[in-house]
């Protein structure tokens, strides 16, 4: 299997490639955290273009992450949904505001204020899964783990966070090389059978993938038990990469970005922009 086809590390050698893997963890942290808390919908479209500007800046190929973006669009709209039956005036009571667009049934009705909202909420998605997809694909998993252990994260708990990474790319290569066996054997899982029978004929090999996985983990535990891992208190990393005045640069600029979102909720009086 191609590696273009995996999910995970490619290596590149971008701006954001190059940037520490400390860097690249504590600027996704911060902006996540305040594309989450933030309703200001002029700060969300501008961190929306941000984020995209920057996705396209790394190069990742669109074949390694387009069923994650299908994905996500298909929870998007389920979420939103979801938002309409259970609050369809949830946009009202946060606005002060009604005005209705088309009458309904009842209390569903589709009011400007409950649109404006459930925006806000879509757009978050598209803000924080490219710097999701950013920090997880131009990131190594051996610099990952010295980045955690360098913010105060057991290097214990690093490991572990960085064989999981690892673990991502191998599952996804075992899955693909045995859909390709069952093809070959007449088993049909591609586009051509009906959308049930991709997803059931797909868990029936994801989940014995996972059981053998965790036979794996299993396995590499008692090594690495053998050979003393965590017997001393700190270690050193073959991977760890210093900062450099690019990354002061960059934590600068996302430190700036935090600010405002934050100077934003007392320009707004809590964290909704209300443009009604």
Do not use: C
């Amino acid at each position: 299997m191609s590696q273009e086809n995996l999910f995970g590390y490619i290596p590149n050698k971008t701006i954001i490639h190059n940037l520490s893997g400390s860097t690249k963890l504590i600027s996704f942290i911060l902006l996540s955290l305040i594309v989450m808390t933030s309703f200001d919908t002029r700060f969300l479209v501008t961190m929306t273009i941000f984020s995209l500007i920057l996705f396209y800046i790394a190069r990742i190929p669109w074949r390694n992450i387009k069923v994650l973006i299908y994905f996500v669009l298909v929870f998007s709209i389920l979420n939103l949904l979801t938002i309409y039956i259970f609050e369809p005036e949830y946009g009202v009571q946060l606005y002060n505001s009604r005005t209705v667009l088309f009458e309904g049934i009842g209390r569903y009705t589709i009011t400007t204020e409950q649109l404006f909202y459930e925006f806000n909420v879509a757009i978050k998605y598209f803000t924080t899964i490219p710097l999701a997809l950013i920090f997880i694909f131009t990131t190594d998993p051996s610099e990952f783990a010295s980045s955690l252990n360098r913010i105060g994260v057991s290097y214990r708990i690093s490991y572990a966070v960085s064989l999981a990474l690892r673990y991502i790319p191998d599952i996804q290569d075992s899955f693909f090389e045995i859909r390709q066996a069952q093809q070959a054997r007449g088993l049909e899982m591609s586009r051509k059978t009906s959308l049930m029978k991709q997803i059931t004929r797909s868990a029936q090999i994801i989940m014995p993938l996972i059981f053998s996985s965790l036979n794996r983990i299993e396995t590499i535990s008692q090594a690495m038990e053998l050979r003393r891992f965590g017997k001393n208190k700190s270690r050193t990393w073959y991977r760890y990469k210093p900062f450099t005045k690019k990354d002061f640069i960059a934590l600068a600029l996302i430190i700036i970005i935090t600010v405002i979102g934050v100077l934003l909720f007392f320009v707004n009086d809590g964290r909704f922009y209300n443009p009604f």
